[in-house]
């Protein structure tokens, strides 16, 4: 899987891409990569989950679920009462990102259950 480099990953041969919310969108990625490519999907809310999963997308990462010293740019945090939402409007498979350590994960994992 190639994060965010949809050329990267065609001239590899990669197995997919994760595209975020500003790059190519889903029906250019499903051309350039063909069907059986795995595509992911940034989403930060309920709008932008069922949007990817309408256009194909495979999964959704979504995040950020707590702070997170591992990006550079000004995160938006969403939390885990905002992926319990997500995985109730959506089919697809949904992984939580950013922030989450041992403590934070078991957090995550009472809330959705």
């Given at each position: 899987m190639i994060n965010d480099n949809l050329p990267v990953a065609k001239k590899l041969g990669a197995a997919?891409?994760?595209l975020g919310?500003?790059?190519l969108n889903?029906?250019?990625a499903r051309a350039l990569l063909g069907p059986d490519?795995?595509?992911g999907i940034s989403a930060h809310n309920v709008e932008?989950?069922?949007l990817a999963e309408q256009q194909g997308a495979d999964y959704l990462g979504v995040g950020a679920m707590y702070p997170t010293g591992s990006k550079k740019d000004d995160v938006s945090v969403?939390?885990?009462e905002a992926l319990k939402?997500?995985?109730q409007a959506v089919k697809i498979p949904v992984v939580g990102i950013g922030g989450i350590t041992l403590k934070t994960y078991?957090?995550?994992r009472k809330q959705v259950q």
């Amino acid at each position: 899987m190639i994060n965010d480099n949809l050329p990267v990953a065609k001239k590899l041969g990669a197995a997919g891409v994760h595209l975020g919310q500003d790059d190519l969108n889903m029906a250019e990625a499903r051309a350039l990569l063909g069907p059986d490519a795995i595509i992911g999907i940034s989403a930060h809310n309920v709008e932008e989950a069922l949007l990817a999963e309408q256009q194909g997308a495979d999964y959704l990462g979504v995040g950020a679920m707590y702070p997170t010293g591992s990006k550079k740019d000004d995160v938006s945090v969403i939390g885990p009462e905002a992926l319990k939402k997500l995985l109730q409007a959506v089919k697809i498979p949904v992984v939580g990102i950013g922030g989450i350590t041992l403590k934070t994960y078991n957090d995550i994992r009472k809330q959705v259950q």
